[in-house]
C-alpha cells in the first residue's frame, strides 16, 4: 500500500525521525491558513506547495495545459493562493504517470527548509528495502540526493553505497557512523546523521514498510538532518497489525477495477493487452500469461482467483475482467487440487447464466481432480465456450479466436 509524502512523514515522525513540517489541505483557502499556522509555529516566510499524488518526479511534472510545476516555492501568502489554485483539481503528468496524469485533490504545504546560515546545504538520498538476493534488509544510500537515483545508479554507480543488517542484530551503531562517514559529514551533522539513520530504520521496521524511500535527506545550514520528502509502501499483509495505518489508503490514487476485485478477495492487476486471464495461484497465472504471449495475444490483466474458485467468485471475477474494453477473449485456467474441477465449472456454467450474454469467447482449461467430469459440463452447458485439456490446446484456441 502506497502512501501520500504527508502520510508517510506523519509516520517517520511518529518514530523520531526529523521532518519538513507541513500541513495537507484540499482547496485554496485552507492552503492560505496552513501557511499562515507554520508561519506562527515555525518562523517560515515562505513556503514549498506540493501535489499529493502516489507518483515521483512532481517537482518536474506540469500541471495540464499551463507551465505550472506539481513543486512550487511561494514567497508569499498570495503565491500560496495563486498556487494552490493553479493544482488543486487539475492534472499533473510526470515521468511516472504516463501521458494521461493524475488528478491533484491535495497538496501540501511545507515550511522552507533551504535557509541562509553558516555553512551550505546539502542533499542526500536513502532508502530502507529487503535485498531479496540476501535475505536481508539494506540502507541504500548516495550523496546524490535531490535527482533521479536510477540515473545516479545508471551513470556514476560508485556514488551509491549499501549497508546490509544483520536480522540477529538489527541496525548497529558502528553502521549508521559509517553511513554519516561515507556521506562526508562531520561535527553536528554527523551526530544527527547517526541518529536520522536509527530512527529512519526504526520505523521502517516498526510500521512492516515494504520500502522506505527518502530523496532527499537535508543537511540543514545550520547542521540539521532532516527528510524534505518521503515515500513509504507498506506490506498489505500486515496491515491487520497496523488498523490505524490501513485507513490511510487512498483508494482514489489506484485503478478502480483493482479496488473493486480487492472487495471480492480477488487478486487483480490490470494490464494493456486483449486476452482476460482467471486462473487459481500465482505460479500458474504466470505461466499462462507466457502462453497467450507465445500465441500471439498479449495478457489483459493478472488474475488469480486463489483455491476457492466456486460460482460465485468465478462470476465476480467475470465482472471484472470484462470491465476492461480491450479484452476480445478469456482464457480461464484451473488446476483442481484443493478445488475439484467439476465445481469450477459449474461455478463457470451458473456465472454465465447469471451474467448473461458475454460477448466474447471463453476458453476454459481444467485440469486436475474430476477434469473428466468437468470438461463434459463444460461441452454439454450449451454455451459459447469451449473446453480444452492441455495448456498449449487451450493457449492455440485463444490464438484461433483472435485471428
Given at each position: 500500500?502506497?502512501?501520500?509524502?504527508?502520510?508517510?512523514?506523519?509516520?517517520?515522525?511518529t518514530?523520531?525521525?526529523?521532518?519538513?513540517?507541513?500541513?495537507?489541505?484540499?482547496s485554496?483557502?485552507?492552503?492560505?491558513?496552513?501557511?499562515k499556522?507554520?508561519q506562527?509555529?515555525?518562523?517560515?516566510?515562505?513556503?514549498?506547495?506540493?501535489?499529493?499524488?502516489?507518483?515521483?518526479?512532481?517537482?518536474?511534472?506540469?500541471?495540464?495545459?499551463?507551465?505550472?510545476?506539481?513543486?512550487?516555492?511561494?514567497?508569499?501568502?498570495?503565491?500560496?493562493?495563486?498556487?494552490?489554485?493553479n493544482?488543486?483539481?487539475?492534472?499533473?503528468v510526470?515521468l511516472?504517470?504516463?501521458?494521461a496524469?493524475?488528478?491533484?485533490?491535495?497538496?501540501?504545504?511545507?515550511?522552507?527548509?533551504?535557509y541562509p546560515?553558516?555553512?551550505?546545504?546539502?542533499?542526500y538520498?536513502?532508502?530502507?528495502?529487503?535485498?531479496?538476493s540476501?535475505?536481508?534488509?539494506?540502507?541504500?544510500?548516495?550523496?546524490?540526493?535531490?535527482?533521479?537515483?536510477?540515473?545516479?545508479?545508471?551513470?556514476?554507480?560508485?556514488?551509491?553505497?549499501?549497508?546490509?543488517?544483520?536480522?540477529?542484530?538489527?541496525?548497529?551503531?558502528?553502521?549508521?557512523?559509517?553511513?554519516?562517514?561515507?556521506?562526508g559529514?562531520?561535527?553536528?551533522?554527523?551526530?544527527?546523521?547517526t541518529?536520522?539513520?536509527?530512527?529512519?530504520?526504526?520505523?521502517?521496521?516498526g510500521?512492516?514498510?515494504?520500502?522506505?524511500?527518502?530523496?532527499?535527506?537535508?543537511?540543514?545550514?545550520?547542521?540539521?538532518?532532516?527528510?524534505?520528502?518521503?515515500?513509504?509502501?507498506?506490506?498489505?499483509?500486515?496491515?491487520?497489525?497496523h488498523?490505524?495505518?490501513?485507513?490511510?489508503r487512498?483508494?482514489s490514487?489506484?485503478?478502480?477495477t483493482?479496488?473493486?476485485a480487492?472487495?471480492?478477495?480477488?487478486?487483480?492487476?490490470?494490464l494493456?493487452?486483449?486476452?482476460?486471464?482467471?486462473?487459481?495461484g500465482a505460479?500458474?497465472?504466470?505461466?499462462?500469461?507466457?502462453?497467450?504471449?507465445?500465441?500471439?495475444?498479449?495478457?489483459?490483466?493478472?488474475?488469480?482467483?486463489?483455491?476457492?474458485?466456486n460460482?460465485?467468485?468465478?462470476?465476480?471475477?467475470?465482472?471484472?475482467?470484462?470491465?476492461?474494453?480491450?479484452?476480445?477473449?478469456?482464457?480461464?485456467?484451473?488446476f483442481?487440487?484443493?478445488?475439484?474441477c467439476?465445481?469450477?465449472?459449474?461455478?463457470?456454467?451458473?456465472?454465465?447464466?447469471?451474467?448473461?450474454?458475454i460477448?466474447v469467447?471463453i476458453?476454459?482449461r481444467l485440469?486436475?481432480?474430476?477434469?473428466?467430469?468437468?470438461k463434459?459440463?463444460?461441452d454439454?452447458?450449451g454455451?459459447?465456450?469451449?473446453?480444452?485439456?492441455?495448456?498449449q490446446?487451450a493457449?492455440?484456441?485463444?490464438?484461433?479466436?483472435?485471428?
Open positions: 500500500m502506497n502512501l501520500h509524502e504527508y502520510q508517510s512523514k506523519s509516520i517517520l515522525k518514530f523520531g525521525v526529523k521532518i519538513q513540517e507541513g500541513l495537507v489541505a484540499t485554496a483557502d485552507e492552503a492560505v491558513e496552513a501557511a499556522k507554520l506562527e509555529e515555525t518562523g517560515t516566510g515562505w513556503w514549498v506547495i506540493k501535489a499529493q499524488i502516489h507518483a515521483g518526479g512532481r517537482g518536474k511534472g506540469k500541471i495540464v495545459g499551463t507551465e505550472q510545476r506539481g513543486v512550487a516555492l511561494a514567497k508569499s501568502i498570495d503565491d500560496v493562493r495563486t498556487i494552490a489554485e493544482i488543486l483539481g487539475n492534472v499533473l510526470t511516472q504517470t504516463g501521458e496524469g493524475k488528478q491533484v485533490n491535495k497538496i501540501l504545504i511545507a515550511q522552507d527548509v533551504y546560515g553558516e555553512s551550505e546545504t546539502e542533499e538520498y536513502m532508502g530502507v528495502l529487503l535485498n531479496r540476501t535475505g536481508r534488509n539494506m540502507i541504500m544510500y548516495s550523496t546524490e540526493g535531490g535527482m533521479d537515483i536510477e540515473k545516479v545508479a545508471e551513470e556514476t554507480p560508485h556514488l551509491i553505497f549499501k549497508e546490509e543488517i544483520d536480522p540477529k542484530v538489527g541496525l548497529m551503531p558502528f553502521q549508521a557512523r559509517k553511513i554519516a562517514y561515507n556521506l559529514l562531520s561535527g553536528a551533522a554527523f551526530k544527527d546523521m541518529k536520522f539513520v536509527g530512527s529512519l530504520y526504526k520505523a521502517y521496521e510500521c512492516d514498510a515494504e520500502m522506505f524511500e527518502i530523496n532527499p535527506v537535508l543537511k540543514t545550514s545550520d547542521n540539521k538532518i532532516m527528510a524534505v520528502d518521503s515515500k513509504v509502501s507498506l506490506d498489505d499483509n500486515s496491515l491487520f497489525r488498523k490505524d495505518y490501513a485507513e490511510l487512498d483508494t490514487e489506484e485503478d478502480p483493482e479496488v473493486e480487492a472487495k471480492f478477495s480477488l487478486n487483480y492487476v490490470k494493456d493487452g486483449n486476452v482476460g486471464c482467471m486462473v487459481n505460479g500458474l497465472a504466470m505461466a499462462t500469461m507466457d502462453m497467450i504471449k507465445l500465441s500471439g495475444g498479449e495478457p489483459a490483466n493478472f488474475l488469480d482467483v486463489g483455491g476457492t474458485a460460482a460465485e467468485r468465478v462470476e465476480n471475477a467475470f465482472r471484472i475482467i470484462l470491465q476492461d474494453p480491450n479484452v476480445k477473449a478469456i482464457l480461464i485456467n484451473i483442481g487440487g484443493i478445488v475439484r467439476d465445481r469450477v465449472a459449474q461455478g463457470v456454467v451458473d456465472a454465465y447464466k447469471n451474467i448473461g450474454e460477448p469467447p476458453i476454459v485440469q486436475g481432480t474430476n477434469a473428466t467430469e468437468a463434459e459440463i463444460i454439454n452447458s454455451l459459447k465456450v469451449q473446453s480444452a485439456i492441455q495448456l490446446e493457449a492455440d484456441r485463444v490464438k484461433e479466436v483472435l485471428a
